[in-house]
């Protein structure tokens, strides 16, 4: 069975500074999907990125990156230029191709200080 | 498009209470799901459906009911409502076929309180 695993219950940083979640996950299946999702206090889930399996190039949306090592299976989140506004939880989630089903690892709760 | 609509936001029931979270979608996709999400694990699959009249059992489905009628709408059933479904219920869909981009797009949540 898949499993998707986030070692950081919690990472603080500074606004205007980097910081980069970790996340690994566990698969026997070669086509798949990763995603990041944000979780403000506000509770809706909303994606931050997406990384299709197949691609090898590091998926980037504006602040957001992601260093994807496929054979370590490992899929870490970079946030630049920190901003208070990214305060949040923030989820792993893993899809294969073959099946409908997205698991989610547990959560990294980022604090950002001013 | 409102996108993925769930009702109530805010339920408290006490043990033995049956209800209804309702989940509704207006982006025509075939795929919807609900979660529950605890503290400390994550979001959890209960039940699944990807299309009109066919329905399959997720992670953690005991004690959750769903069906699947129509393309727009997922209701999940608790029959008799017990503690331990104290939760923050989600309802996801996404776009399926060539179109599908693995993304899943969530309703706001509704918290659900077993007292």
């Known amino acids: 069975a898949q499993t998707v695993t986030q070692s950081q219950p919690e990472m603080s940083v500074q606004e205007a500074e980097t910081v980069t979640l970790s996340c690994t996950y566990d698969?026997?299946?070669?086509?798949?999907?990763l995603f990041w999702y944000k979780q403000p206090p506000s509770r809706q889930m909303i994606l931050v990125i997406r990384?299709?399996?197949?691609?090898?190039q590091n998926a980037t949306e504006n602040r957001f990156s992601v260093n994807f090592q496929k054979a370590a299976k490992s899929f870490s989140l970079k946030i630049s230029d920190s901003q208070l506004g990214d305060a949040a939880m923030y989820f792993c989630?893993?899809?294969?191709?073959?099946?409908?089903?997205?698991?989610f690892g547990t959560g990294t709760r980022l604090q950002v200080f001013p | 498009n409102a996108g993925v609509t769930q009702t109530p936001k805010f339920q408290v029931l006490k043990t033995g209470q049956s209800m209804t979270l309702q989940c509704a979608q207006d982006?025509?996709?075939?795929?919807m799901s609900w979660y529950r999400q605890d503290p400390g694990m994550g979001l959890r699959l209960i039940h699944y459906?990807?299309?009109?009249?066919?329905?399959d059992q997720g992670e953690v489905p005991n004690g959750y009911n769903v069906s699947r009628s129509t393309t727009e709408d997922f209701p999940l059933r608790l029959l008799s409502a017990a503690p331990s479904q104290t939760s923050v219920y989600f309802c996801?869909?996404?776009?399926?076929?060539?179109?599908?981009?693995?993304?899943?797009?969530f309703g706001e949540g509704s918290r659900l309180t077993v007292l």
């Open positions: 996801a869909s996404r776009k399926s076929g060539t179109q599908n981009t693995g993304e899943l797009f």
């Open positions: 698969t026997s299946e070669s086509d798949y999907y």
């Open positions: 990384q299709e399996a197949y691609k090898q």
């Open positions: 989630a893993y899809r294969s191709y073959n099946t409908d089903k997205l698991i």
């Open positions: 982006m025509n996709h075939e795929y």
């Open positions: 459906s990807v299309g009109a009249g066919i329905t």
